[in-house]
């Protein structure tokens, strides 16, 4: 079993930054897929970053704003967001995988984490 706490949202404005963390108990993920999944009021989950398959990958909405990271040390993963826009608003989540894919389907993760809220006023 893997335990996923997410932690670093908040309330910002437009054109400000946050930096989420997503630490992990119970095993090392340092070789499991790890992504970032937003969820808006009234919208699906989608996907916005992941370290699969040894590539990092982004949601087009997001490229050159959000990076992804990992400090395999702290069993922990980042999003750093940059350049927010009102659209960023929603909860995210961390997820693992355990069996690598390129697949960016929610259903394809294995573990989650509560979400963290991102608000981004305009």
């Known amino acids: 079993q893997v335990q996923l706490v997410e932690s670093g949202g908040g309330l910002v404005q437009a054109g400000g930054s946050l930096r989420l963390s997503c630490a992990a108990s119970?095993?090392?993920?340092?070789?499991?897929?790890v992504a970032w999944f937003r969820q808006a009021p009234g919208k699906e989950r989608e996907f916005v970053a992941g370290?699969?398959?040894?590539?990092?990958d982004y949601a087009d909405s997001v490229k050159g704003r959000f990076a992804i990271s990992r400090d395999n040390a702290k069993n922990t993963v980042y999003l750093q967001m940059n350049s927010l826009k009102s659209e960023d608003t929603a909860i995210y989540y961390c997820?693992?995988?355990?069996?690598?894919?390129?697949?960016?389907?929610?259903?394809?993760?294995?573990?989650w984490g509560q979400g963290t809220q991102v608000t981004v006023s305009s």
């Open positions: 997820a693992v995988r355990v069996s690598p894919s390129k697949s960016h389907t929610p259903s394809s993760y294995d573990y």
């Open positions: 119970g095993r090392t993920v340092s070789n499991y897929d």
């Open positions: 370290d699969i398959v040894w590539t990092r």
